[in-house]
């Protein structure tokens, strides 16, 4: 009974270990799951070559938030988020009832100012004329008409031609004082400045609208609109490389939304400053091809095309390397990626630009077409076996 125990109890703790062995080596043989990217050279050889990319998003060069001259509240809104609208067309009202009543009042104190004048002219007309008569008579005999009836005569001309004067400054006060409340009624309707197409609605019928907001629940904007014939994709572009980008630059932009697709552009602006705190300029480019799918405030992806012609004189352009940021990991102030060969991860340093769009240029260390670890391992190692990973 003792040996047949020995005997079992070795048959079970060997055949534990051969599983036990069989376990580690399954396990230390089987190679994790990395995503890897390939380095691309980017420019050299003849024609158009990316020389720097950057991110952004779309913007319209000609926009506002159209909002009311006069306090008020919105009464009419004639127009939804996509509307087409052109100069000058009315797109909301305010409640104007007593504006117009204001207008209607001045209409009657012009009507009356005017009556008024009428009078004192009729007066004044009358006035002269016995005047001019005392003159007449004064002339022809003496005798029939003093001196001092004469002079009291011309004096209620002269005063009459005062009053005409009088009256017919009140006549302009009037018709300045029309003037004013029929602006202020036409400042009740909201009108686009511009040819464009609304992007949103801020405020509802009903809502206290005002030139400026003054908080609680008053309404600054009506809407917003643009000019989507002036879309323009702003960038910025790490200083590092905005030597390389000129006015007039052709470029390659990709909005996010469509991936696929690519749209030509030109540089229309390079901003005559930096921002220190990003250590980037911004450059507006100038979308060529006009698509109704491009929508203000899309991001959107801009490669800065570099020309070069075959035959110039001079030794050639080295090829730029452009990696993922992500690529490029920082090791005790060294900056190092890691390349998958032959189902394996080899170290090697690199001397790499600042990050531009997502990517970094690498000035020395790769050639190119290498395959560069991005993501998988947490801690890669020298000779650690992997598996890249094939498609999602």
């Known amino acids: 009974m003792k040996r047949a125990f020995r005997l079992t109890l070795g048959f079970g703790v060997a055949g534990l270990a051969v599983v036990a062995l ?8 089987a190679a994790p799951t990395v995503k890897v990217t390939t380095a691309t050279v980017v420019g050299g050889g003849t024609g158009a070559g990316t020389g720097v990319v950057a991110n952004g998003y779309v913007v319209a060069r000609t926009q506002a938030s159209v909002s009311a ?3 008020g ?15 000058g067309e009315v797109i909301a009202r305010l409640e104007n009832a007593d504006y117009s009543a204001a207008v209607m009042q001045a209409q009657a104190t012009l009507a009356s100012e005017r009556a008024t004048l009428i009078e004192a002219q009729a007066d004044r007309d009358e006035l002269v004329r016995e005047a001019r008569r005392a003159r007449e ?21 002269a005063q009459a031609e005062a009053r005409v004067s009088a009256q017919e400054a009140r006549v302009e006060a009037a018709a300045a004082g029309q003037q004013l409340a029929q602006a202020s009624l036409d400042n009740t309707l909201i009108r686009a400045p511009f040819t464009g197409t609304v992007l949103r609605k801020d405020a509802e019928v009903g809502e206290v609208v005002a030139p400026s907001v003054g908080g609680g629940l ?5 809407v917003t609109m643009a000019d989507l014939a002036t879309l323009e994709v702003e960038v ?3 200083e590092a490389y905005i030597s390389r ?12 939304a469509y991936p696929d697709t690519s749209f030509r552009g030109t540089v229309r602006q390079v901003v005559p400053t930096a921002d220190r705190q990003k250590a980037t300029v911004q450059v507006k480019v100038s979308i060529l091809d006009h698509d109704p799918r491009i929508l ?11 020309q070069t012609r075959s035959g110039a004189r001079g030794p050639a352009a080295p090829p730029r390397v452009t990696v993922p940021a992500e690529a490029v990991l920082t090791e005790a102030d060294r900056q190092v990626v890691w390349i998958v060969a032959d189902g394996r991860l080899e170290r090697r340093e690199v001397n790499a630009a600042p990050v531009s769009g997502g990517m970094r240029e690498i000035r020395s260390g790769l050639v190119g077409g290498e395959q560069l670890l991005v993501a998988g391992v947490e801690h890669p190692a020298q000779g650690l076996r992997v598996k890249v990973a094939r498609g999602p």
Do not use: H
């Open 69 to 71: 001259k006069l306090p």
């Open 245 to 256: 980008v000129r006015s007039g630059q052709p470029t390659r932009i990709t909005v996010d």
């Open 137 to 157: 008579v004064r002339t022809q005999n003496a005798n029939l008409m003093s001196a001092q009836d004469l002079e009291a005569s011309e004096s209620k001309a």
């Open 73 to 87: 509240r919105l009464a009419y809104l004639g127009v939804s988020e996509g509307s087409r609208v052109q100069a």
């Open 296 to 306: 203000p405030e899309m991001g959107a992806r801009v490669e800065f095309l570099e």
């Open 236 to 238: 910025d572009v790490n």
């Open 218 to 222: 008053t309404r600054g904007a009506v």
């Open 22 to 29: 069989a376990l580690y080596l399954v396990t230390r043989g």
